[in-house]
């Protein structure tokens, strides 16, 4: 069965600082992968996804992950947070054409001024 | 422009009553899926629906059961509420045309049982 697994549970950064949040997943064929974010008080929004080709994939933002298939990761990076970028953040993945996500249990990122 | 909305933001029910959670979607979306959210737990799957009339067990469906009797709506049903149920329900939805669309999600119910 598959599994995503986030080490960072909860994450507090200055303004300015730089960011990399961690995703495993656990699954021996071909996956999807995504990160989500929920900022406070809002619904689950897509931040990025990636299903093939160059394994370095950017979104919205300024967020951007790669894809390090025989580490199983996909961690998200960003080079300079904001206060703006609160949020808590999922990492999610799903087996190759198919449909079911399976979310890891989040990232909680608290950014100050 | 709300896409998929669940119709009540908070509810607060008592035990062993019967609680219906309905979520709609104006995408013309054929896979519909439902999620609790807890701290420190994510985002777990109930049940997900790929088209009318038909729904697959998620990873916890004890509890629970769900029904599709049109494309866009999409509803879960507790049969007898617990305490243990007190969660946020997420909604969402997704194209089978566009499988790595990704899913577009509600703003969420947040139920409580006393």
């Known amino acids: 069965a598959q599994s995503v697994s986030q080490h960072n549970h909860h994450v507090i950064l200055s303004e300015a600082a730089s960011l990399e949040l961690g995703c495993n997943y656990s699954?021996?064929?071909?996956?999807?992968l995504f990160w989500y974010v929920q900022y406070p008080g809002q619904h689950l929004q897509l931040l990025l996804k990636?299903?093939?080709?160059?394994?370095l994939v950017k979104g919205i933002k300024g967020f951007e992950a790669e894809f390090i298939k025989s580490k199983f990761s996909f961690n998200l990076r960003k080079p300079s947070v904001q206060w703006s970028d609160t949020a808590e953040y999922f990492c999610?993945?799903?087996?190759?054409?198919?449909?079911?996500?399976?979310f890891g249990t989040g990232t909680r990122l608290q950014v100050f001024p | 422009d709300v896409k998929v909305t669940q119709s009540s933001r908070y509810l607060v029910k008592r035990t062993g009553e019967k609680v219906f959670l309905e979520c709609v979607q104006d995408?013309?979306?054929?896979?519909m899926f439902w999620y609790r959210q807890d701290p420190g737990l994510g985002l777990r799957l109930i049940y997900f629906?790929?088209?009318?009339?038909?729904?697959e067990k998620g990873d916890i469906p004890e509890g629970y059961s769900v029904s599709r009797e049109k494309k866009e709506r999409f509803s879960l049903i507790l049969e007898s509420a617990s305490t243990n149920q007190t969660s946020m329900y997420l909604c969402?939805?997704?194209?089978?045309?566009?499988?790595?669309?990704?899913?577009?999600f509600g703003s969420g119910t947040r139920l409580t049982v006393v």
């Open positions: 699954y021996g064929g071909t996956v999807n």
């Open positions: 629906s790929y088209d009318v009339k038909m729904k």
């Open positions: 990636y299903f093939s080709g160059d394994p």
């Open positions: 995408m013309d979306h054929e896979n």
């Open positions: 999610a993945v799903s087996a190759h054409n198919t449909d079911k996500l399976i």
């Open positions: 969402a939805s997704s194209s089978r045309r566009q499988v790595l669309g990704g899913y577009t």
